[in-house]
């Protein structure tokens, strides 16, 4: 069984932050995959179930971002898991927008929800980073991460959402790289090799010189 964790802030004034692109992925894979309506548990919303025989819990905790360990904690030992069976969808300021990267364990970087989470269930946990850009000044970051996604963002966004649900199968079954690879063809799909040959530009004759010999000189060398 995996335990699949999206991270964020409860509220709908919160609902279109960059911080909160873990609750938006985790509402796609479950719209997408006809999982269960969501219910209150574990101090969030959960829903459960199924890619091939594998059981899968989707966690939203809405006990705000500072405290996200609180309820991954409460669900993991209520389902009887550890650490290596959660996976926890974030948003990363070290990473472009779009751009998503696994990990395994290591630090939190300063991500307050991580910080929380590491500090109920240990780092030993997998995490899905995706990137949503650094506003250039770390002082600028919680302002940042706490205001909406930009217009311009949506369809980046929606691309990589989608691409997330089409490849999360791969990623319950341990395969990161194709899980990867799901996302990437949504986002920055393959060009065709089958491109049309540019028109072939004949290149034009040239005008041929004005003859200006004298009528003699036509006739002398008409005779050479």
């Known amino acids: 069984m995996k335990l699949l964790v999206g991270l964020g802030n409860p509220g709908a004034k ?11 992925a985790m509402d796609r894979i479950a719209s ?14 959960t829903c ?14 809405e006990t705000f971002m500072n405290l996200s360990g609180q309820s991954v904690g409460e669900a993991m030992r209520y389902l009887k898991l550890a650490p290596e069976d959660v996976i926890v969808f974030h948003d990363e300021i070290d990473l472009a927008p779009g751009k998503v990267r696994l990990k395994t364990g290591g ?3 300063g991500h307050n929800g991580l910080r929380s989470i590491h500090g109920h269930i240990g780092p030993d946990y997998d995490r899905v980073r995706m990137g949503v850009g ?3 000044h770390k002082d600028a970051v919680p302002g940042y991460v706490l205001r909406d996604f930009p217009k311009a963002d949506a369809e ?7 691409g997330i649900s089409d490849g999360i199968a791969h990623l319950i079954d341990g395969d990161g790289g194709k899980f990867l690879n799901a996302i990437a063809l949504r986002v920055a799909p393959p060009r065709s090799s089958k491109s049309a040959p540019k028109p072939k530009t004949e ?12 009528g003699l000189q036509k006739l002398v060398d008409r005779f050479r």
């Open 48 to 61: 459960d179930g199924r890619f091939g025989s594998e059981r899968v819990t989707l966690l939203k905790p």
């Open 14 to 24: 919160y609902a279109q932050n960059r911080h909160n692109i873990g609750f938006m």
């Open 203 to 214: 290149k034009p004759t040239p005008e041929p010189a004005p003859d200006t010999r004298s």
């Open 107 to 109: 630090g939190h970087a």
């Open 32 to 45: 997408d995959h006809g999982f269960g309506g969501w219910r209150n548990k574990f101090q969030g919303q």
């Open 134 to 136: 650094h506003p250039g």
């Open 156 to 162: 980046w966004l929606d691309d990589e959402l989608r």
